[in-house]
């Protein structure tokens, strides 16, 4: 059963980076892609971008300039790094196995349990 | 820019059949990629309940059904239970050349 654990601060200050982790157990990191989906308090899902296992990369183009997803397969490991953030960036972040379904149709099958970030000072 | 349009909420009775819309709209006016459905019960993370418009991981319930035709999709649910009521979330491609993911805003199911 493959299971994934967010990790990083709670709490972040504003203009500054937010960094997280995201441990990838009982199964291999490679062959899928990883993305970061975040959900702001009340509100509905973002899909931040993926990366494959490769280092190949896929962002939301309304975060691209400010998100770097990155990977680490010696430590079944991937990462999310969002700088620049402010109080509009406090959300709940989650990282999911991305699976393809033919060309072009991604989902998320596996989802780590999600962790509060805060933008504030 | 495509969006994926949810009713905010819906509900029902227990016993009952409910559906969930999802309607795509783009300003190329393109079909709909394929659909994904996810529950997300208070407090946790969203599950993946239906994928590929219309199949069921193992373990979800047949209760559970997804259909697609054209521009929207719908998400059924039938023998309404208690334990139902959640958030919902479709999920689809935007269908511009970037093909990122999109989300639906989410319904809020009721269970009465």
């Known amino acids: 059963q493959v299971q994934l654990q967010e990790s990083g601060p709670g709490l972040v200050k504003p203009s500054e980076t937010l960094s997280l982790n995201c441990t990838v157990s009982g199964g291999s990191i490679s062959d899928y892609h990883w993305s970061w989906i975040r959900q702001p308090p009340g509100k509905g899902l973002e899909w931040i971008g993926y990366v494959y296992y490769s280092g190949s990369t896929n962002y939301n183009p309304s975060l691209r300039s400010r998100v770097t997803i990155s990977v680490d397969t010696s430590k079944n490991q991937f990462s999310l790094k969002l700088t620049s953030v402010t109080a509009a960036d406090t959300a709940v972040y989650y990282c999911?196995?991305?699976?393809?379904?033919?060309?072009?149709?991604?989902?998320?099958?596996?989802w780590g349990q999600g962790t509060l970030v805060t933008v504030s000072s | 820019q495509s969006v994926l349009t949810q009713p905010p909420s819906v509900s029902g009775a227990p016993g009952q059949r409910v559906t969930i819309s999802c309607t795509g709209s783009?300003?190329?006016?393109?079909?709909?990629?394929?659909v994904h459905w996810y529950q997300q019960l208070p407090g946790t993370a969203p599950k993946l309940l239906i994928y590929?418009?219309?199949i069921r991981p193992s373990g979800v319930p047949d209760r559970f059904s997804g259909s697609k035709s054209g521009t929207s999709a719908s998400l059924a649910i039938t023998g309404l239970q208690a334990e139902d009521e959640a958030d919902y979330y479709c999920q689809s491609q935007d269908t511009s050349l970037s093909a990122h993911v999109l989300f639906g805003g989410g319904t809020k199911l009721t269970v009465l």
């Open positions: 590929g418009n219309n």
């Open positions: 999911a196995r991305t699976l393809e379904l033919g060309s072009s149709s991604d989902y998320f099958d596996y």
């Open positions: 783009s300003s190329d006016a393109g079909a709909l990629y394929d």
